[in-house]
């Protein structure tokens, strides 16, 4: 295992890492495949789509999701993703499993996501078996006290495939960094949406902009704003010096996290990014996941 003590390396690291897998594993929410099988179940088709990416279903999305950890109410799920609203997850997780049962639902998910993976790079793309291995040792480290996702995603089988196992560990290691990043902004004093404001600033998009998808309310926002200022940590819509501190530093943390994960893939570190970047970017090319996320807006965001 390769030892990493120097904090700009594994920052480096762990980000190109959540970049490189994001799409490849991200698309779930967006595939059509996905989306045909929770119809098939009885839930509602995609709601339309932005420029050709097929948009999630609400209550499928929740419901979905949230199966990872078993069939669990929806204050769960909502406690678990933590940056939604639970007026709106509550009722949908409530709706969803009126529908359907979490073992249900989860194999759906799954058989979709690896059913677009499969119609976009091919049932074998080049150096899967190798990707499989290196991914499996990143997972075979990580622990899952107080990592709620995570941990679902680690009770769940492995899948026959190698594409499919990739798409499995892939996951387990996104939602390990998610449940990573809760832990640091919750450490941090902040609350869903005060860090959803945070973020909009980050990334460099105006406040209450991305945030909207959680489905806050503008009285929220206001209150959340207010809140900020008051702690100095936002001024006139825009991050004061503590509060930009204060945000790159819940980032910090976050990758602090993943230190067992990247020491684990070690010297194949390099060549396991080189084969996921450019299976993310065929996904996103073939309209399987949006053409900016996340890891996009962060990294523009670095380069201010």
């Known amino acids: 295992m390769t030892r990493i003590t120097d904090h700009a390396e594994l920052a480096t690291k762990a980000r190109a890492l959540g970049a490189a897998l994001e799409p490849f594993v991200g698309q779930v929410y967006f595939s059509p495949e996905c989306h045909a099988n929770y119809v098939a179940l009885g839930f509602q088709p995609s709601p339309g789509d932005m420029n050709g990416v097929a948009l999630?279903?609400?209550?499928?999305?929740?419901?979905?999701?949230?199966?990872?950890?078993?069939?669990?109410?929806?204050?769960?799920?909502?406690?678990?993703?933590?940056?939604?609203?639970?007026?709106?997850?509550?009722?949908?997780?409530?709706?969803?499993?009126?529908?359907?049962?979490?073992?249900?639902?989860?194999?759906?998910?799954?058989?979709?996501?690896?059913?677009?993976l499969e119609r976009i790079l091919g049932a074998k793309p080049g150096g899967v078996a190798r990707a499989r291995a290196i991914l499996g040792r990143a997972v075979g480290v990580l622990r899952p006290e107080g990592r709620p996702l995570f941990a679902g995603a680690l009770s769940q089988s492995i899948p026959d495939t190698d594409l499919g196992a990739c798409w499995h560990f892939g996951d387990m290691i996104r939602e390990y960094r998610g449940d990573s990043h809760t832990a640091a902004w919750i450490s941090a004093g902040l609350d869903a949406t005060e860090i959803g404001l945070l973020t909009e600033l980050y990334w460099g998009l105006p406040l209450k902009s991305y945030s909207r998808t959680r489905a806050w309310s503008e009285d929220d926002f206001a209150a959340a704003?207010?809140?900020?200022?008051?702690?100095?940590?936002?001024?006139?819509?825009?991050?004061?010096?503590?509060?930009?501190?204060?945000?790159?530093?819940?980032?910090?943390?976050?990758?602090?996290?993943?230190?067992?994960?990247?020491?684990?893939?070690?010297?194949d570190f390099d060549h396991l990014v080189a084969m996921l970047g450019p299976w993310s970017d065929v996904v996103r090319n073939f309209k399987g996941y949006p053409a900016a996320g996340p890891h996009e807006l962060a990294a523009a965001a670095s380069k201010r």
């Not at 009722?91 to 759906?108: F, K, L, N, Y």
């Open 56 to 116: 999630p279903e609400g209550i499928a999305y929740f419901t979905s999701r949230g199966s990872l950890m078993g069939q669990v109410p929806g204050e769960v799920v909502a406690a678990a993703f933590a940056v939604f609203n639970p007026a709106a997850v509550v009722p949908s997780v409530t709706a969803g499993w009126a529908i359907t049962d979490a073992t249900t639902i989860c194999a759906a998910r799954r058989a979709g996501a690896i059913a677009q």
């Open 225 to 267: 704003i207010d809140r900020l200022e008051s702690r100095g940590l936002v001024h006139d819509g825009a991050f004061t010096e503590a509060g930009r501190e204060i945000r790159e530093r819940i980032e910090v943390d976050t990758d602090r996290q993943m230190l067992g994960c990247i020491e684990a893939i070690g010297e």
